[in-house]
């Protein structure tokens, strides 16, 4: 069964550093989306991108995130100078395009340490 | 303003047991309502959907309007039920893809 991966699944960085979190959606997926999950916290929706260009974005995804799909099949999560609080778990997911309400597969997460 | 309300961290049943997670919402629109599952070390993945109107693994949820609620339930819960149940909401035609989730509720099956 297809499925979204994230590579790194763990990644520590120091403060101030910038980190790229990969994402392999599934192929035949179109809309892809980061999600957050501070630990004890919420999982947070940060954005949605479609067609090489943000759809939507949360108020969390400010100008240190960017996102980008760099060839046919990755698409990354930049953050461009690192925050202690931006520690969490981060979360890809892909779906099709069509009804809005088709399904979101998600990856499996990449922790994210900042120190 | 989208919210959704998961007012119990932690439910521990008997295996056997009836089980209820709950999921309360709040949205001045239409809502599409899901529940999504993560078990141990393993991804979230999505357990059932309002508008589909099924029962998954023994699960159904049904969404009332009036109260603002998507439980979801179980008659009679296994000890593979054990994870972390995610309630989460989406605006119909709104545009939006964005799912709100709730905080979760880690659902222990006891032998």
């Known amino acids: 069964e297809p499925e979204v991966t994230q590579t790194p699944s763990h990644q520590v960085t120091q403060m101030g550093q910038e980190v790229i979190l990969r994402c392999v959606p599934i192929s035949n997926h179109l809309y892809f989306y980061w999600y957050r999950q501070i630990l004890g916290q919420k999982v947070e929706f940060l954005v949605s991108f479609y067609n090489n260009e943000i759809s939507e974005k949360s108020e969390i995804f400010d100008d240190q995130f960017s996102v980008e799909r760099p060839d046919g099949s990755n698409f990354t999560l930049k953050i461009r100078s690192t925050k202690l609080e931006d520690s969490a778990m981060y979360f890809c997911?892909?779906?099709?395009?069509?009804?809005?309400?088709?399904?979101?597969?998600f990856g499996q997460g990449t922790r994210l340490t900042v120190v | 303003a989208q919210r959704v309300t998961q007012p119990e961290k932690l439910l521990s049943v008997f295996k056997g047991a009836p089980v209820e997670l709950k999921c309360n919402y709040s949205y001045s629109g239409s809502p599409e309502l899901f529940w999504y599952v993560q078990y141990s070390r393993q991804r979230l993945q999505l357990l059932l959907r309002?508008?589909s109107r099924e029962s998954i693994k023994g699960f159904t949820a049904d969404l009332n309007k009036g109260e603002t609620s998507f439980h979801l339930k179980k008659p009679f819960a296994q000890e593979e039920d054990s994870a972390m149940y995610y309630c989460?909401?989406?605006?119909?035609?709104?545009?939006?893809?964005?799912?709100?989730f709730g905080s979760g509720t880690r659902l222990q099956v006891q032998p």
């Open positions: 997911a892909s779906s099709v395009v069509g009804a809005m309400n088709t399904e979101a597969f």
């Open positions: 989460a909401l989406r605006g119909v035609n709104t545009g939006r893809r964005a799912l709100t």
């Open positions: 309002h508008i």
